[in-house]
């Protein structure tokens, strides 16, 4: 069965530089959601879409933003890079009614030099 | 924030042997799912269970769902090397403006010895 795909994999930045994070949702899937992992952390929610719309926002820096696109594919941009955006970065999609399992990625691993 | 602790917070057994964790959460939910990771890799969804559910399995897992004490417990039965990793509960919120919307526990580290 398809997965949700994420490039890259892995990223290595210096500080005030732009990073640009892809997520590919499950084909049908109508939700895109973001989180953010620091290490030793549990995950955080940064935002989500759905059909194409910001449907919530959570504890996303201002120097980031993200939208999905026609194809339902998405992205997180993220600029200004400070050491303390190194982190793991997750996409997950899902259906979104009903609420249901939402499926992750292999996520991108941000360093931040 | 939505999610409490995570109890353990690191597991240590012999394989064979049974592992449970259990998780609280502070308000209403949808559904409440648990999660596998192996270390700084992928979220691996393992089994989700609806408000309305009680009690769910799924091959050795269990899962075990207590709304009205806003907890859960997984258990892992006839544990083996390769279920290492930690388990995060996640949480999505029955409000409208949050929906879908997952918290996580701070997880439990399970290490399961050969």
């Known amino acids: 069965a398809a997965g949700v795909i994420q490039s890259p994999r892995h990223l290595i930045k210096e500080k005030r530089e732009t990073a640009t994070l892809k997520c590919y949702p499950i084909?049908?899937?109508?939700?895109v959601y973001w989180y953010q992992q620091g290490p030793g952390q549990d995950p955080q929610f940064l935002i989500s879409f759905y059909e194409k719309m910001q449907s919530d926002k959570g504890s996303i820096p201002d120097r980031f933003s993200a939208q999905q696109f026609s194809d339902y594919h998405s992205e997180l941009n993220m600029s200004s890079l400070e050491l303390g955006d190194s982190a793991l970065y997750f996409c997950?999609?899902?259906?979104?009614?009903?609420?249901?399992?939402?499926?992750f990625g292999p996520g991108t691993r941000l360093t931040v030099l | 924030s939505q999610q409490g602790e995570e109890d353990p917070q690191a597991l240590s057994i012999q394989e064979g042997e049974n592992a449970t964790m259990n998780c609280s959460y502070k308000t209403s939910i949808n559904n409440l799912q648990w999660y596998r990771q192996n270390s700084g890799r992928g979220l691996v969804h393992l089994i989700l269970i609806r408000s309305n559910e009680r009690e769910k399995h799924s091959g050795r897992l269990r899962v075990t769902l207590d709304t009205s004490k806003k907890s859960s417990s997984l258990l892992i039965t006839a544990s083996r090397a390769a279920d290492t990793a930690s388990y995060f509960c996640?949480?999505?919120?029955?409000?409208?403006?949050?929906?879908?919307?997952?918290?996580f526990g701070r997880g439990t580290q399970l290490t399961v010895w050969p």
């Open positions: 996640a949480t999505d919120s029955d409000r409208g403006s949050t929906l879908g919307r997952l918290y």
């Open positions: 084909p049908r899937h109508d939700t």
């Open positions: 997950a999609s899902s259906l979104r009614r009903p609420p249901d399992t939402q499926y």
